[in-house]
């Protein structure tokens, strides 16, 4: 049988599976999978827990705007000027600010768009990675989920 004939009777019975209110839920069970499988494909090439982080405040801007996605990557160590994700106790979700200091007590950091330094230093186990990469707007979808649902 030639591929085109069979490929368009695997199309057929594919678009009879997802139309109506049951395809809806099968494209979104397909979208979940398909964003389990590459944040964990991302987590495992990028050696850390939190691969890819929306941006939710405006503490970075000019550098990162929120709804921007940041793409993170741990690194054996950091130097004044990297801008790294961290977790704080106190926050539900991951911090994204730039290292202005490293001391025996820790990484101190700002926002690039905030007047004062961050009020905690956060130790080198709390940092998830360095931002090598950013894709502006495509966070609005983490952030509307969010905000829609309650979930962090």
Partial sequence: MPIAKTWKKYKKRWDKFTSGWFGTIVYLFLGFVIAYAV?????NLLNTETPVVA???NSMVPTFYKGDMIIVQKVPEFVV?????????DRPYPIIHRIIEITQDGIRTKGDNNLYEDPWLTSQKNVYGKAILKFPLLGW???LFVE???LA
């Fill in 81 to 89: 000027g990297d801008i790294i994700v961290f977790s704080v106790s």
């Fill in 55 to 57: 941006v939710f405040s």
């Fill in 39 to 43: 944040n964990t494909g991302l987590s």
């Fill in 141 to 143: 979808v983490k952030i």
């Fill in 148 to 150: 829609f649902t309650g």
